[in-house]
């Protein structure tokens, strides 16, 4: 059995890691409507269990209320390293850089949705390519979306409506092709 360091050496070491750069995973987000920017979200390992703790889920419907959540949280976080923090629900109230529109917000939370499946939360959805709607031919919205891997019903997931980090809405997909705004 080896002896214990020194209190010395203990705390040498301590500040040493703490010292050491923290490397985080980076997701490429983008904005300034229809994906004209782009930039990187760092999501560090506590981001990661923050992120994990949450989507620890029983069944679907309650993976699909974490979701809403965890998009929130996701769009929190990359805002600290990209402009998106100014970005406000729906398209009237923008003003100013980081400002996303339907295209930007289902881009990202594919990315999102795809990062957090890469990582093994997501446990009863799939993530599919974003989805479009124009339910009165001139009112063009897009959204991500998920398939339930028990029934396969489809959600939308959207965060447009709502100002930045607000958690997503996640509703059947017939009932947000139809229209369905908050």
Same mark, same amino acid.
């Given at each position: 059995?080896? !002896?214990? !360091? ?12 703490? &010292? ?24 560090? &390992? ?11 889920? !029983? ?6 209320q974490a979701l809403a959540q965890a998009i929130g949280l996701m769009n929190q976080m990359a805002a600290r390293t990209t402009p998106i923090g100014n970005d406000r629900g729906g398209n009237v ?36 390519? !974003? ?24 959600? &939308? ?26």
């Amino acid at each position: 059995m080896l !002896p214990c !360091p020194p209190r010395r050496m203990l705390s040498l070491l301590l500040l040493l890691a703490l &010292a050491l750069p923290v490397h985080g995973e980076t997701l490429s987000i983008c904005y300034h409507y229809g994906c004209k920017q782009r930039g990187e979200a760092v999501l560090d &390992a506590l981001d990661n269990h923050q992120l994990a703790s949450l989507l620890a889920q !029983p069944d679907p419907e309650h993976e699909r209320q974490a979701l809403a959540q965890a998009i929130g949280l996701m769009n929190q976080m990359a805002a600290r390293t990209t402009p998106i923090g100014n970005d406000r629900g729906g398209n009237v109230n923008d003003n100013g850089p980081g400002s996303q529109d339907c295209i930007d917000h289902s881009t990202n939370t594919t990315t999102y949705l795809h990062y957090l499946l890469e990582h093994g939360w997501l446990h009863f959805h799939r993530v599919l390519e !974003p989805v479009w709607r124009a339910p009165w031919l001139v009112d063009l919205h897009y959204s991500a979306a998920i398939e339930d891997l028990s029934d396969g019903l489809r959600y &939308a997931v959207d965060s447009w409506f709502f100002d930045h980090g607000l958690p997503a809405v996640v509703l059947p997909l017939a009932d947000w092709n139809k229209g369905w705004s908050p």
